[in-house]
């Protein structure tokens, strides 16, 4: 890990690393004179890239580490010209240009090594470029941030962050689990008022404006997932289509066979593994069936003994059922108890549901 004091840890050290590698480069650019102005520029370049990076993650992390801490742990401080705050400014701005524009060569022709004199020139060249992307005093930007801060809080009150309470938890979860379990909200205010056990009207209308956030949000990363997705598609595509219009006719045979013998291969082993999978599955299949048809004949066959019984009640038995159904019966409640559990028992062999 990177430590810019003995107290604070740099949680990123990939990020400084770059810069600092991003740094090297550039100096090393600059010492091959006009051989390496590029090189050097592109160092620059690289340094402003880490540097966006570390600004971001300090927004994030600003209650334990901030950006000076940040830019001081990477040490590119101690190589020139980046032990300059407004270099490293302008390397921040190159790195911007680069990202806006998408053209890596934007500063191919520029004659400079140094981030404010290359920035400079590339205003020169590009006269529409908003003049704010200017290195300015630090006194004064912070001014004009103050002043735009003040204007914006004044035309639009800035509404306050809704805080997580174990309330608009508690319905957050209630509405997660409702959902996940397949069910529809048609109206949230009746859903709410259903619920007055779990939380409030209104903590549930905040757990629902976190629901849709959440819900945005994952739309927004899937849409930027599926467009660097297509784009890498397109440029493998374009890659694929230059480095084919390359290839000799011979080369070109050499391929298609290749490509031939690789998809004969493919499909054996697609058609292998398919086939193992088939008899697996019908294996899966036969145990079951047998299972099945195993306890159907151990039932056939307790039926079979139970039907092949010549009686169900004793003699002595018999008699004392005829002696209940005499009219004069004086069987005890004993011998009535017996009888009847000898009847329950024996009910589905004694009764003819047909004859009902």
């Known amino acids: 890990m990177v430590s810019n004091t003995d107290n604070v840890v740099y949680p990123f050290p990939d990020t400084a690393a770059r810069a600092f ?19 050097a520029i592109e160092g620059a370049i690289e340094v402003g890239m880490a540097l966006l990076e570390m600004r971001k993650d300090g927004d994030k992390l600003r209650h334990n580490v901030t950006f000076k801490q940040m830019v001081e742990a990477s040490k590119i401080g101690t190589i020139k010209p ?17 990202v806006k524009t998408g053209l890596v060569n934007t500063f ?11 920035m400079s020139w590339y205003r020169k060249m590009h006269p529409a470029v908003d003049k704010e992307q200017a290195p300015r005093k630090e006194s004064d930007s912070k001014k ?15 509404k306050p962050k809704a805080t ?9 979860e209630t509405i997660v689990a409702w959902l996940d379990s397949g069910k529809k909200i048609s109206n949230q205010r009746t859903f709410a008022d259903e619920r007055r056990d779990v939380a409030s009207h209104t903590q549930f209308e905040k757990a629902f404006d976190r629901l849709n956030r959440e819900k945005a949000e994952k739309a927004e ?13 397109t440029n493998e595509d374009a890659a694929l289509a230059k480095a084919e219009a390359g290839f000799s006719e011979k080369s070109k045979l050499a391929l298609a066979d290749a490509i031939r013998i690789h998809k004969a291969r493919l499909d054996k082993t697609f058609e292998q593994l398919v086939n193992e999978e088939v008899r697996k599955r019908i294996a899966t299949a036969d145990n079951a069936v047998r299972e099945r048809l195993k306890r159907a004949d151990a039932a056939i066959l307790q039926f ?15 008699k004392q059922l005829q002696i209940c159904c005499h009219p004069d019966a004086s069987a005890s409640a ?9 009847l329950v028992k024996y009910e589905t062999y004694l009764v003819n549901p047909e004859k009902e």
């Open 21 to 39: 590698r991003g740094a090297q480069k550039h100096q090393a650019g600059v010492a091959k004179s006009a051989a390496g102005v590029f090189e």
């Open 82 to 98: 980046f032990d300059n705050r407004q270099a490293r400014h302008a390397a921040m701005q190159m790195a911007e240009v680069i």
């Open 108 to 118: 191919k022709d520029c004659p400079n090594t140094n981030p404010v004199d290359v």
């Open 144 to 158: 004009q941030e103050a002043t735009k801060a003040k204007k914006a809080k004044v035309e639009a009150p800035e």
């Open 164 to 172: 997580a309470t174990p309330k608009t938890d508690a319905a957050y």
């Open 221 to 233: 990363a899937k849409a930027r997932t599926d467009a660097v997705l297509a784009e890498a598609k």
């Open 304 to 318: 079979e003994r139970e039907r092949g019984k010549k009686g169900v009640f004793t003699k002595r038995q018999f």
């Open 334 to 342: 004993e011998t009535r108890a017996e009888l009847l559990q000898i």
